[in-house]
């Protein structure tokens, strides 16, 4: 006798272990156990009883598992195995939920975060969470098109982050380009859209790059009421120009004061993780000047890790806040002079009012990319005169400018 939906919607298990079945006719059959009731047809394919599962009640009713029954009769009578059928769909849509957006994209991320530091790694995938994901994420990469992905990017530009929209760009395009490699889809439509976002305008480093303004930053610096080892750091940020993060995260360990060196690990420097494993450390010539101020501050933090350790806490360098706002504190606003702007300072001055500095000499102490015939070499122990002449002649024209001489003179052609 054929089922019935208030019969089934009613039926109960009955406690036995394999179930209890009730049939509804040509091999269809409700399977009800402790945890649920399932649809079942038993079908025979050469000569070989077998048994198809249509689905779950509720979710499959008693109609459309009719439905799945008189299917799988059709297929049988064509000689066509409906279970091989399921399982080249299931497989289908397996291979189907491997290509979509989010799954290339997360397999990319997976693929190249060890090459990738940490910071990076986790911003690049943290991106698409937000802002392409929601949008595209699930469907197939074939499906997608150039409008379809401006309109997610579209989003974030109206935010007003230009950058971060490029940034999106870019790395969509990363995905598409792996999954053409894996061949997982055969067009890349993101250079479709060049042109159309809008542009980014690039905003230097604020930073005193007049002598006679450098020399009244300089003579601030000694008005300054804060914390003793805050007004070093920014005394030195002047001196040794290296990134804001290579100050405040200076170990007394890396210090030869005797020697006058700095030497930074490479694993702190900012480069790429093999650049980090490989490379040689950077190395910064301590003047005078530089030396001074460390041994006045050695009694207050010396016996730490860190020559600008937090206040918040042992174990902890000085935030990456506190050198701005040293200088909000002394009346510099951030469109006047920022931590970072230390580096353009130094060389802006060196190469237009210092005589004989060499560019790929301070370039070189900058920790940048080195080019031309005296590129690399100036990054190797072996040429540290140079640089140490450099730095002694820089801190000696600080101290120039802030004694208040020196202001006009320009660099002889």
């Known amino acids: 006798m054929p089922l019935s939906d208030t019969f089934i919607k009613q039926a109960k298990h009955s406690g036995k272990p394999a179930g209890d079945k009730h049939s509804d006719g040509g091999g269809l059959y409700l399977l ?23 689905g779950v009640y509720p979710a499959v009713t008693l109609a459309q598992a ?14 066509i195995d409906p279970g091989v059928v399921k399982q080249a ?11 979509t957006f989010e799954a290339v994209a997360r397999e990319y991320h997976n693929v190249k975060n060890s090459g ?48 971060a929209a490029h940034t999106l760009s870019q790395n969509s395009g990363q995905v598409f380009r792996y999954a053409i490699q894996t061949g ?22 604020s930073a005193v790059l007049e002598p006679l303004k450098v020399g009244e930053l300089l003579r601030a610096f000694d008005t300054y009421t804060g914390q003793p080892i805050t007004k070093a750091a920014l005394q030195l940020s002047a001196l040794l120009f290296q990134r804001p993060a290579n100050i405040r995260k200076m170990e007394w360990g890396w210090i030869d ?37 460390l041994r006045y501050i050695q009694p207050l933090t010396g016996y730490r890790t860190f ?32 931590a970072h702007g230390f580096r353009a300072m130094a ?22 990319g080195k080019s031309g015939p005296l590129g690399s070499a100036y990054d190797r122990a072996d040429f540290m005169e140079q640089r140490r002449k450099m730095m002694g002649e820089w801190a000696d024209y600080l101290d120039r400018l802030k004694r208040g001489g020196e202001v006009v003179q320009l660099k002889s052609a």
């Open 32 to 54: 009800i156990t402790a945890v649920g009731k399932y649809w079942r047809l038993n079908y025979r394919f050469n000569t070989k009883q077998k048994t198809l599962a249509l």
């Open 347 to 368: 060389r802006t001055l060196m190469i237009e009012r210092l005589p004989g500095m060499h560019a790929d000499v301070i370039e070189a102490q900058l920790a940048h």
């Open 184 to 205: 997982r889809c055969e067009r890349n439509p993101m250079p479709d859209l060049q042109g159309a976002l809008q542009p980014v305008v690039v905003k230097h480093m």
């Open 257 to 293: 004061l005797e020697a006058g060196m700095l030497t930074i690990p490479s694993a702190s420097m900012k480069r790429t993780v093999a650049q980090k494993l490989n490379g040689r450390p950077h190395f910064v010539p301590l003047a005078p000047q530089a030396v001074e101020i």
């Open 89 to 99: 769909e299931k497989a289908a849509k397996a291979v189907a939920g491997e290509n």
């Open 307 to 338: 020559v600008f350790p937090s206040t918040r806490g042992e174990g902890r360098p000085m935030s990456d806040m506190t050198l701005n706002a040293a200088l909000r504190r002394l009346g510099y606003s951030g469109d006047e002079m920022t």
């Open 66 to 79: 009719r439905r799945k029954r008189d299917d799988a009769k059709a297929r049988l009578a064509e000689g």
């Open 116 to 163: 990738w530091s940490e910071k990076y790694a986790a911003k690049w995938l943290r991106g698409l969470e937000k802002d392409i994901f929601p949008y595209v994420g699930r469907m197939q990469l074939t499906d997608i098109t150039a409008p379809m992905m401006l309109n997610a990017i579209r989003k974030v530009e109206n935010r007003g982050n230009r950058d």
